[in-house]
Nanobody
Framework: QVQLVESGGGLVQPGGSLRLSCATS????????MAWFQQAPGKEREFVAG????????YYANSVKGRFTISRDNRKNTMTLQMNSLKPEDTAAYYCAATQTPADYVPQGEYQYSYWGQGTQVTVSS
């Protein structure tokens, strides 16, 4: 069983930055691919960014490329999402997700992830 706890959300002005963190429990963190998803009101949950278990492979949604950076620290069992140049359309609840993968790659489908955090709200507004 893996437990995920997000932190770091909040209110920020357009153009600002936020850093989201996901702390995980369990001794097999290194075998899990990790990702961030976002869900805005009235919309489906969407993939934002993901990182393979080694950290060597990352993948981003087109809407956040060049602005967001995902990383992980396998010694500390944590994953982060650095969000820069935030836009009002980035406003959403952000969820940390994890899944075991047979190879070092990044699943991008919501259904491919087995474990989810409770979410943290990001609001971009002036």
């Amino acid at each position: 069983q893996v437990q995920l706890v997000e932190s770091g959300g909040g209110l920020v002005q357009p153009g600002g930055s936020l850093r989201l963190s996901c702390a995980t429990s369990g001794r097999t963190f290194m075998s899990y691919s990790m990702a961030w998803f976002q869900q805005a009101p009235g919309k489906e949950r969407e993939f934002v960014a993901g990182i393979s278990w080694s950290g060597g492979i990352t993948y981003y949604a087109n809407s956040v490329k060049g602005r967001f950076t995902i990383s992980r620290d396998n010694r500390k069992n944590t994953m982060t999402l650095q969000m820069n140049s935030l836009k009002p359309e980035d406003t959403a609840a952000y969820y940390c997700a994890a899944t075991q993968t047979p190879a070092d790659y990044v699943p991008q489908g919501e259904y491919q992830y087995s474990y989810w955090g409770q979410g943290t709200q990001v609001t971009v507004s002036s």
